[in-house]
C-alpha cells in the first residue's frame, strides 16, 4: 500500500463538500504519521484505548474522530480532545458526553448514528427513535453537546442497489430533519457515510464525511 498515493487520489477525487476520515484502527503510529505527512489531518478511531495513546503520541494538530461504539464510562478519556463523535446511539450516552464537556469546559460535536442496514448487529438509533429524541430531549441541559449531523452504515452486502438505497434513505431523512424546527444546539450539516468498499455510492447519495481505512491503509490483520 502507498498511503500517500491513496490519499493524493482521494484528495483529488473527492467532492469539495466531502472530508476524508483516515481510519487508522489497529494501524501503528508510523502509518498515520505516513498519511500526516501527505497532508491527512483527520483520523477516525473506533475504540478509546487506542485513540487515547495515538492522540498523545502524534502531532497536535490532528483532529480525531470517534466512529466506534462508545460505553459511557470510556468518555471521560476522549472528551479533552475528540473533534468529533460519530456514533451516538443513545440518550444516556450523549448526557455522559455532555457531562464530561462540561468538567472539561468544551461543546463536544456529536452525530446521531442511526441505523439503516439490514443486519441487526449494527448499532443506532431508528428514525422514530432520532425523531424522538429530538422532540424530548432536554436540551437546555445539554449545553456542552452540539449535534451536528447524522451518520450511518449500510449493509454489508455485494448489491450496490441496495447500499444505494440505503445511503439514499439515510440522506432523505437527514435533508427532512434539516428542513424542520430544530432545537437550539442541533443541526444538520454533516452526513457521515461510507467506507473503503461503498464510499463512491455514499459520495453520490450526497455523504460529506467518508470513513475510509482499507482503501488507504490496506486489510486490518486483527481486526
Ligand atoms: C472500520 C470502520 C470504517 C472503515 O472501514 P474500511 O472498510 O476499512 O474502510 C468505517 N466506519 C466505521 C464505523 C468503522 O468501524
Aim: one cysteine or more; hydrophobic letters at 40%; proline letters at 4%.
Amino acid at each position: 500500500m502507498n498511503i500517500k498515493n491513496n490519499i493524493n487520489n482521494f484528495c483529488q477525487n473527492l467532492p469539495s463538500g466531502c472530508k476524508l476520515i483516515a481510519v487508522s484502527k489497529t494501524k501503528p503510529i508510523e502509518k498515520i504519521q505516513e498519511a500526516y505527512y501527505a497532508g491527512q489531518r483527520s483520523f477516525g478511531e473506533n475504540k478509546v484505548q487506542e485513540l487515547v495513546p495515538k492522540h498523545q503520541a502524534l502531532p497536535k494538530d490532528i483532529e480525531w474522530h470517534m466512529i466506534g461504539h462508545l460505553q459511557s464510562n470510556k468518555v471521560k478519556y476522549i472528551a479533552p480532545f475528540v473533534t468529533l463523535i460519530h456514533s451516538v446511539d443513545s440518550v444516556r450516552l450523549l448526557e455522559e458526553i455532555n457531562k464530561q464537556g462540561i468538567s472539561v469546559n468544551r461543546i463536544i460535536p456529536c452525530l446521531l448514528q442511526v441505523h439503516i442496514a439490514e443486519e441487526e448487529t449494527k448499532f443506532g438509533f431508528s428514525e422514530d427513535e432520532v425523531l424522538n429524541l429530538l422532540r424530548v430531549a432536554d436540551f437546555k441541559k445539554l449545553q456542552n453537546i452540539t449535534i451536528i449531523g447524522l451518520m450511518g452504515m449500510a449493509t454489508l452486502t455485494e448489491n450496490s442497489n441496495q447500499i444505494r438505497k440505503e445511503f439514499k434513505g439515510l440522506k432523505l431523512f437527514f435533508e427532512k430533519i434539516k428542513s424542520s424546527p430544530l432545537p437550539s444546539g442541533v443541526e444538520m450539516k454533516e452526513l457521515s457515510m461510507g467506507m473503503s468498499s461503498d464510499y463512491k455510492i455514499a459520495v453520490a447519495e450526497g455523504s460529506t464525511m467518508i470513513r475510509v481505512g482499507t482503501a488507504i491503509f490496506g486489510e486490518r490483520n486483527n481486526a
